[in-house]
């Protein structure tokens, strides 16, 4: 039979927004009996798979165990949750137990939807489509791009929201250097077509990006949404973002895919996500606290909280101390000044060796960690991505030490 619990803090979600709250938590030593409600054993390192499409890293250096990560007295519920309600505090889970809370941080990331892109699923198991987006096909990025010869090569950014919207650029400028190196550049086209019509959102990067596309001779075509692909003719779909209007069919021989992303099922058919504008669909909270608009018990981080930032790891490092404050000043009873600031980062790899570090908060200002001029490609910033990143991540920020 199945037994119902009660915990006065529950995390729902163990990625990189649960668990690095989970580890905050504890460190404070101020709140009690906190459980995690995670299914998966592994946990991923997503910044990495870019350079795992690259070849420079395997998808198991990406991987650690989940339970190395779940801080000493944390209950960790290894459990999938089917239903959740803020006005209820409860969550409903796939074992068929009902677990209730005090407090509930949601931290469940985005699902990939590939259903959202006619004949994306099929047009997976081809040998000449993959995707960095994915565990399942990231390692088969670098086996397609090194298998190339000649023909045209598509990038694809979906319909936004996409987490770490540089993504599916970065991929692209390292198909060039692969290219390249193999000595096949000249027999191929490079083609980036976007839903959204600028390279990238903050106008001082872009301005670096558009140089380095025309340096690369890639040819890029905005506001045009990719709605299906024929896999068995090599064609992909566009339809244009603003009026829908189909465009002419495009052939390709190579095709790097990026699904559009949702928030998962549960969240969408909850009471927690907004229902006006850019928040329909995901976690209602206030930009600033993080903190639910209309349960003030609840709170979310991460990429499925409606804040209008970049959904990146890096936004997290920022978000996760504002709602441990928070919710600890709101367990005394008093009040907390913390507040998000819209921080997010983006280390743009424009080629091997070279990274531009965007750095921006709410409404594009520009955020720069370090002294030097950020709107530059730098050989320092891929250091950091490759090398200090990565460690920053898996022995400070998932420790809730950064
Ligand atoms: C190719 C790629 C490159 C990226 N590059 C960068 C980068 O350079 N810099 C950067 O900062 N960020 C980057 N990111 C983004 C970053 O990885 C994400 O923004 C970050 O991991 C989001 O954390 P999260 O906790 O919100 O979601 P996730 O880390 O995805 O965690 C969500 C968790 O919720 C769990 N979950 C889902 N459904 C349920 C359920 N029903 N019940 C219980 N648990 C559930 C999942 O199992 C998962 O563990 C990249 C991502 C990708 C894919």
Redesign the pocket.
């Known amino acids: 039979m199945a037994q119902n619990s009660h915990h006065k803090i529950i995390i ?7 668990i690095t709250m989970a580890a905050r938590l504890a460190r404070s030593g101020l709140a009690s009996d906190v459980a995690i ?4 054993d592994d ?1 991923y390192y ?2 990495l ?2 350079l795992v499409g690259a070849g420079l890293f395997k998808l198991s250096d990406t991987r650690k165990n989940t339970k190395d990560y779940i801080p000493p007295g944390v209950t960790w519920i290894k459990d ?3 239903a959740a309600s803020g006005e209820k505090k409860s969550i409903a889970l796939k074992s068929g137990q009902t677990v209730t809370c005090d407090w509930m941080i949601v ?4 699902e990939l939807n590939w259903d959202g892109i006619k004949g994306a699923k099929e047009a997976m198991s081809a040998p000449n489509v993959s995707s ?2 994915s565990k399942d096909y990231v390692e088969k990025t670098f086996t397609m791009l090194g298998g190339v010869t000649s023909g045209n090569l598509l990038f694809v950014f979906p319909q936004p929201p996409v ?2 919207a ?2 599916p650029q970065k991929i692209m400028y390292l198909a060039d250097e692969i290219l390249r190196r193999n000595g096949v550049r000249e027999a191929c086209e490079i083609h980036y077509r976007s839903a959204p019509g600028l390279i990238f959102g903050v106008p001082v990067f872009a301005e670096v990006l558009s140089k380095v596309v025309k340096r690369k001779n890639i040819h890029t075509h905005f506001n045009q949404k990719i709605i299906e692909v024929r896999s068995a003719e090599n064609k992909a779909i566009f339809a244009d973002t603003a009026t829908g209007l189909l465009l002419p069919e495009v052939t390709y021989d190579y095709l790097h895919l990026v699904p559009p992303m949702k928030p ?1 099922g ?1 969240i969408l058919a909850s009471d927690l996500c907004g229902t006006e504008g850019a928040s329909v669909g995901w976690v209602d909270v206030d930009p600033f606290t993080l903190r639910h608009k209309r349960f003030p018990h609840v709170f979310s981080l ?3 909280c409606s804040a209008p930032t970049a ?6 490092r920022m978000q996760a101390p504002v709602v441990v404050s928070q919710l600890l000043a709101a367990l005394k009873g008093t009040g907390s000044d913390a507040k998000y600031d819209g921080y997010a ?3 743009l790899v424009t080629g091997f060796g070279k990274v531009v570090l965007a750095e921006f908060g709410y409404d594009g200002k520009l955020m720069p960690t370090f002294p030097m001029n950020a709107a530059k490609e730098s050989r320092l910033m891929w250091w950091l ?1 490759t090398i200090i990143l990565p460690r920053l991540y898996w022995n400070f920020m998932l420790r809730g030490r950064a």
């Open positions: 729902v979600g163990g990625g990189t927004a649960g409600i995670e299914p998966s946990h997503q910044p798979w870019t999938s949750v089917t931290a469940s990331g985005v960095i987006y987490k770490c540089g993504a998962h549960f991460g990429d499925v959904k990146t790891g890096a936004a997290i980062s983006c280390p991505k």
